[in-house]
């Protein structure tokens, strides 16, 4: 009887962990379409609707922004090999920090806080919202971090034009409340938020 109630247990602890954490499956590195078309199809968009991307889609998005493609180093460069920059994931089902490294996400906070992500009314229809956060302690300059910033932007953009998907990167978001969503500690700081997901 009680290697029954052990064995409930450690299956209940089990799942719990499993819901803090969302394994995301190993990105296509080898598909997408042509730099040169991505480039001439790269933009923005502001209009958006509900439908959600896949897991596949969502793995090489977050990959494709910041991941690492060889021994700890990154799709996207940064000053010195800093790595300060980080990202937060808000979607309907919760907020999320990704472990780059694990290729993983981990709650944050669950419930859908996509209000908080951004002032525009377009922030509240989209699937998904990424926040992209500096580490002022790891960053070279403040002004680094902002140039590094600009390159995972445009990793998105790329992507997203490869994909068909859609995006528009954003400078404007209710600051100190996305600050305390994502719990962050006095030295991170939120640089950009881009929002993605399909054309409406």
């Known amino acids: 009887m009680r290697t029954t109630l052990l064995t409930i247990l450690l299956i209940c602890l089990g799942y719990g962990m499993n819901a803090q954490e969302i394994k995301l499956p190993a990105p296509d590195r080898s598909g997408g379409q042509p730099l040169m078309k991505s480039l001439n199809e790269r933009k923005s968009t502001r209009s958006f609707s509900e439908k959600d991307l896949s897991d596949q889609q969502l793995s090489n998005l977050l990959w494709a922004a910041n991941g690492f493609n060889r021994e700890d180093k990154r799709t996207a460069p940064t000053a010195m090999n800093r790595q300060e920059l980080e990202l937060y994931v808000i979607s309907k089902k919760g907020v999320y920090s990704y472990n780059a490294k694990e290729h993983k996400?981990?709650?944050?906070?669950?419930?859908?806080?996509?209000?908080?992500?951004?002032?525009?009314?377009?922030?509240?229809?989209?699937?998904?919202?990424?926040?992209?956060?500096?580490?002022?302690?790891?960053?070279?300059?403040?002004?680094?971090?902002?140039?590094?910033?600009?390159?995972?932007?445009?990793?998105?953009?790329?992507?997203?034009?490869?994909?068909?998907?859609?995006?528009?990167?954003?400078?404007?978001?209710?600051?100190?409340?996305?600050?305390?969503?994502?719990?962050?500690?006095?030295s991170q700081e939120v640089l950009l938020a881009q929002t993605v997901g399909f054309a409406k």
Do not use: M, W
């Open 105 to 186: 996400l981990t709650l944050v906070k669950a419930g859908d806080y996509r209000k908080s992500a951004g002032i525009q009314d377009y922030v509240y229809d989209a699937p998904l919202n990424i926040l992209i956060v500096s580490d002022t302690n790891k960053a070279a300059s403040q002004q680094y971090s902002y140039t590094n910033c600009g390159y995972i932007s445009q990793n998105i953009y790329l992507y997203c034009a490869s994909e068909g998907l859609a995006t528009v990167a954003r400078g404007a978001f209710k600051n100190e409340e996305v600050h305390e969503l994502l719990q962050l500690s006095k």
